[in-house]
């Protein structure tokens, strides 16, 4: 059972547009979530990351928004930059403290064209 | 600068071979994780640890063991490896505390199995 969905596998988006990455879950006792950002032959990097007693979370290009009601959060990046060109995890916690593992998405393959 | 490396990154191995993956991190974290990548699958947890000596399973244990005989390496094992395991691996660190728990990957290990 999947508990962390990200439904599209790839997004296109030209440069300068925003771009905006789906996650859905079901596991109510995730209360962390987090967003990794990932290139071809490198090992995912932290982008941003919102606790569920928050809904928006802001950094520079970068926003999350998370709709506890409805079990989504949302990436937002605008404007869009070609080097945000990568595939882009959900991630989700249940602890807090970070000493269980994540729970992952599939992830975003996202492509930005110039 | 935080660092998580990885003995290797790409490993070719034979059916029944017993492989030893390994992974050091300079931040003096606690929590150290093993992930396997595989395509339209994202991230899945093999194992975590989260002090010396001490383990947990994550979600697809089967066929690997760990080991954490010191606190800044975390060790991999595959007893017998099978072609199924041919995969990426992902090791993660993380720092304890309920307001900090975003794990820092490695590079990741490209491991084949002929």
């Known amino acids: 059972d999947q508990q962390v969905k990200q439904n599209s596998p790839s997004l296109s988006v030209q440069e300068g547009r925003i771009s905006i990455l789906n996650c859905d879950y079901t596991n109510s006792m995730f209360d962390y979530f987090l967003w990794y950002k990932k290139y071809p032959a490198e090992g995912p990097t932290f982008l941003i990351s919102i606790s569920s007693i928050k809904d928006k979370n802001e950094d520079g290009r970068f926003t999350v928004f998370l709709n506890k009601s409805a079990k989504h959060l949302s990436l937002h990046i605008v404007p869009s930059q070609p080097g945000d060109s990568a595939v882009y995890f959900c991630?989700?916690?249940?602890?807090?403290?970070?000493?269980?593992?994540?729970?992952f998405g599939k992830g975003t393959h996202l492509i930005i064209q110039p | 600068d935080v660092k998580v490396t990885q003995s290797s990154r790409y490993l070719v191995k034979r059916t029944g071979e017993k492989v030893f993956l390994e992974c050091v991190q300079d931040?003096?974290?606690?929590?150290m994780f093993w992930y396997r990548q595989d395509p339209g699958l994202g991230l899945r947890l093999i194992y975590f640890s989260y002090d010396v000596k001490m383990k947990e399973k994550g979600d697809i244990p089967e066929g690997y063991s760990v080991s954490r005989e010191k606190k800044e390496r975390f060790s991999l094992i595959l007893e017998s490896a099978s072609t199924n395991q041919t995969s990426m691996y992902l090791c993660?660190?993380?720092?304890?505390?309920?307001?900090?728990?975003?794990?820092?990957f490695g590079p990741g290990t490209r491991l084949t199995v002929l």
């Open positions: 993660a660190s993380s720092p304890p505390g309920t307001s900090y728990n975003e794990q820092f």
């Open positions: 991630a989700a916690s249940a602890d807090g403290g970070g000493a269980d593992g994540l729970t």
């Open positions: 931040m003096d974290h606690e929590n």
